[in-house]
């Protein structure tokens, strides 16, 4: 079913630039499905800060997105393209919550600030993609252990009430799977921070 939008944007051309934009950065087989098209729509508009289009899919502009969907439905590949279609006052850098995992083990409690409060190279942007959150373990360091993503998480909240610093999350995780991973406080955090943006559950994985 064709969604309908009415915005000065021409989402029909924008999905043709992401393709040309896909194309290039992942071989001549890439392309977005008419199927996922509602999903890039939502994407689309909340990217390009299309306020009115935002306000038909109940997509609040000062929150981050959380794209969640199944294991290779292409959230990883659809955030790489967002960020060549946001203003420039809206860059983000993508981070796979794995890595960061592997960081905290060499480097301890200072990674969390590192991811929370913003001490990233002053030429990085602040606003970040957890990518694959859920992939990471819980850590230990020096025999402590640690659920590192869900202290980031709970630090960026902070920063998103008090200086309005966003942070998106790509996950294969439901809410309840979230609450069970990182807890009830962090998913009742993410409520507040994020716009939730879902494939469903029975899409094909695209890596096959």
Known sequence: MKTEINSHYNYEEVIIWLEKKGIELYGNHF?????????????????????????????????GILLSGPVGCG?????????????????FSIKPCRDISFEFIQDG????????KGRLYQ??????????L???????????????????LLSRYDNFTTKKIQTHITTNLSASEIETHYGNRVRSRLREMINLIGF?????????
């Open 75 to 91: 959230k990883t590949t659809l955030m790489n393209l967002m960020k060549h279609l946001t203003p420039t006052a809206h860059k």
């Open 134 to 152: 859920g992939t990471e373990n819980n850590l230990k360091y020096y025999g402590n252990e640690c659920n590192v993503m869900a202290e980031i």
């Open 31 to 63: 392309k977005i499905l008419e199927n996922d098209h509602p999903i890039v729509y939502k994407l689309i508009a909340y990217f390009l800060k299309d306020e009115p289009t935002c306000f038909q899919f109940n997509i609040d502009l000062n929150k």
């Open 109 to 116: 409690y200072e990674i969390i600030h590192k991811y929370s």
């Open 123 to 132: 030429a990085e942007p602040k606003t970040i993609c957890f990518d694959d």
């Open 200 to 208: 469903e559950k029975g899409i094909e994985d695209k890596r096959k």
